[in-house]
Nanobody, 120 residues
Framework: QVQLVESGGGLVQPGGSLRLSCAAS????????MNWYRQAPGKEREFVAA????????NYADSVKGRFTISRDNAKSTVYLQMNSLKPEDTAVYYC?????????????WGQGTQVTVSS
């Protein structure tokens, strides 16, 4: 079955950096657009960043533009989120998402999440 496993979260001071990884299995990775979402305590899950199936196109939430970079390695079936200049408001559980639309159905898979805490 499809598995998305996030890693790389942790505690970091404001202004610091973290790199999240999401390793996918059970699917043809290069067929899927990959996304990162996050959910802070008491808030709705929100979009963070997206990358197209071969990495030619990326998109970011305004709140992270210029600080976060999404990338992917299709040979390793892994998507990354490089997070720089972290702020306390970036504290959240970060989720990896794989999405694909065909004429017949939509495929939508989620990881279990990894905690990112930005605090001094």
């Amino acid at each position: 079955q499809v598995q998305l496993v996030e890693s790389g979260g942790g505690l970091v001071q404001p202004g610091g950096s973290l790199r999240l990884s999401c390793a996918a299995s059970g699917l043809t990775f290069s067929n899927y657009a990959m996304n990162w979402y996050r959910q802070a305590p008491g808030k709705e899950r929100e979009f963070v960043a997206a990358i197209s199936s071969y990495g030619s196109s990326t998109n970011y939430a305004d709140s992270v533009k210029g600080r976060f970079t999404i990338s992917r390695d299709n040979a390793k079936s892994t998507v990354y989120l490089q997070m720089n200049s972290l702020k306390p408001e970036d504290t959240a559980v970060y989720y990896c998402n794989a999405r694909r639309s065909t004429s017949f159905r939509e495929y939508d898979f989620w990881g279990q999440g990894t905690q990112v805490t930005v605090s001094s």
